[in-house]
């Protein structure tokens, strides 16, 4: 299984990048995905969760300016990031399982971050 990321690149503070991941070699897309993001010095945070059955959870910081999709049928993977800050400024990798996601609290959990398949990850940078 390989996953790809693509569309990261540098942008103004107020702008939107649009990122893909597709999915080769398996139908993983089908099950529990993630965008994840880590800049320099910091850990890993899950910024969108979605699992098989359509559910998605995101991270506080990034409702209502970050929207996650995936298209089963071209097995691709997306993240829609509009109003861009700096602070989002990281690392994104697409990441995913073979199975469904844990649930926490009946959603996909942000916490759990131990993904059998992961992309190279794609750059993101705000600037201000």
């Known amino acids: 299984v390989k996953l790809m990321e693509s569309g990261g690149g540098s942008v103004r503070a107020g702008g939107s990048l649009k990122l893909a991941c597709e999915g080769f070699?398996?139908?993983?897309?089908?099950?529990?995905m993630a965008w994840v993001r880590q800049a320099p010095g910091s850990e890993r945070e899950a910024v969108a969760v979605?699992?098989?059955?359509?559910?998605?959870n995101y991270a506080d910081s990034v409702k209502g300016r970050f929207t996650a999709s995936k298209d089963t049928t071209k097995n691709t993977l997306s993240l829609q990031m509009d109003a861009l800050k700096p602070e989002v400024s990281a690392m994104y990798y697409c990441?995913?399982?073979?199975?469904?996601?844990?649930?926490?609290?009946?959603?996909?959990?942000?916490?759990?971050?131990?993904?059998?398949?992961w992309g190279q990850g794609t750059q993101v940078t705000v600037s201000s």
């Open positions: 990441a995913g399982d073979r199975w469904g996601c844990t649930l926490i609290n009946g959603r996909p959990s942000l916490v759990h971050l131990d993904y059998s398949y």
């Open positions: 070699g398996s139908t993983v897309i089908r099950k529990c």
């Open positions: 979605l699992d098989g059955d359509g559910s998605i």
